[in-house]
């Protein structure tokens, strides 16, 4: 290695993603100048491939699924078509439009942005190979590892097929299939799943394991469930896809059942088995830096085993989520200089954007049972709730956990209209250790959907006003 041409800088962070440019904006708050080593585009999966050209894509099956719905209210349509270049077009300006205030953030804190890809030669010096294929290197007092995730390599027969995709070619789809089956229940097959449901594509879900999205509370797993039975979305489980055909019209997707071999005929394979950190390339082994098969190692202050290099977000692991990883950035910085901080992941609020929405925070009922917890159970539906009935969205409920004696929330979990939006009271409130009896003296408006949070929670010691009492 050639280090005549060695450039030295107090804290590098190779990931210009939700995690990476957060952490370098915070250290220019606390006057550090950060430098961003990033080999494609500022905002990494979440922004370009991920959580905002989803919630796009989501954003025209809502409307859809608003004007087959149209007659109740009054409105008779004639008919409409549906364009999927134009659906593809809005998503891309939506992206293009944040990354770029995203780029200009970044300028504005005076953070140093260089192109290419990242491996260390040891703790403290990179190479970077830039895109037109001259290399760098890079001498720091710090580095954060920022790197997020990737889709895993699937190695059945045939899943290299181009019929067989990812959520990232599933996101440029310029046409909107007839059959699709998706492999895999958890967060993103379910919302790739709503999705093209709502476009018009008949969609089967298969997975190995029980339920829906195995973090979510089972109950709220099960009604979810029922709802996508109602939008005619197929479920299977006990399934192990073995081998994927061509066929003529398609794929052929031959898979392992508990009742022996069953086979699905669609025209795409979307694979949504979830996400692996991405840590190839880096060569961790030279810095010291120790991982698992669940991404790399790291203590409560974001060090790995190498002193003076931290890791953040989907690369180690946890909550794969954007605002984690974000905050992790932010809360890794403020530990690097002298700053104490701490994340509560009890209090980490998660999304889930299919019809109806799912929202949770803090623990599920049978975590609570898993900790030897003393708790009680408070819920409310929203057929109960006026807001929801005047939008003809009274499917789901809001359900309360909490401490039988303190009455302190422990979990809050909302499938429902808008619930992305109202679990951020219920995050406040387990966040700052908040009792019933704290939200009950706090007056909700009325119309509104957070008025069932307010019923939830108050039902769980059968003070409610809206619903009918426990028989006794």
Known sequence: MIETNLMERNLVIIGGGPGGYVAAIRAAQVGIRATIIEKDKIGGTCLNRGCIPTKAMYKNAEVLNSLSGMNKFGIQLSGYSFDMTSVQERKNNIVNQIR???????????????????????????EVVQPEGAAVTIKAENIIIATGSVSPNMTEPGMDSPKVISSDEALNLDYVPKKMVIYGGGVIGVEFASIFASFGTEVTIIKYRPRLIRSLDEEVSKRLSV????????????????????????????????????EYLCDLLLVATGRTPNIAGLNLESAGVEYNNKGIIVNSNYQTTAKGVYAIGDVIGGQMLAHVASEEGKVCVENIYGIKSSIDYDAIPSCVFSFPEVAVVGLTEEAAKER?????????????????????????????????????????????????????????????????????????????????????????????????????
């Open 227 to 262: 709802f996508f039975k109602r939008k005619k979305i197929g479920f299977d489980i006990g399934v192990k896809v073995n081998e994927v055909v061509e066929v003529r019209d398609g794929l052929k997707i031959i898979t392992e059942t508990e009742k022996g071999v069953k």
């Open 372 to 472: 030897g917890l003393d708790y009680i159970v408070g819920k409310a539906v929203f057929a109960g709730n006026g807001k929801a009935m005047t939008l003809e969205e009274t499917d789901g409920f809001i359900k309360v956990i909490a401490e039988r004696v303190t009455h302190k929330l422990f979990g809050v979990h909302i499938i429902g209209p808008h619930a992305s939006d109202l679990i951020h009271e219920a995050a406040l409130a387990i966040s700052h250790g908040m009792s019933i009896k704290q939200i009950g003296e706090t007056v909700h408006a009325h119309p509104t959907l957070a008025e069932a949070f307010w019923e939830a929670v108050m039902s769980a010691k059968g003070e409610a006003i809206h619903i009918l009492p426990k028989k006794k």
């Open 100 to 126: 770029t205030g995203t780029e200009q953030l970044i300028k504005a804190n005076k953070i140093e942005v260089i192109k290419g890809e990242a491996r260390f030669i040891n703790k403290n010096i990179l």
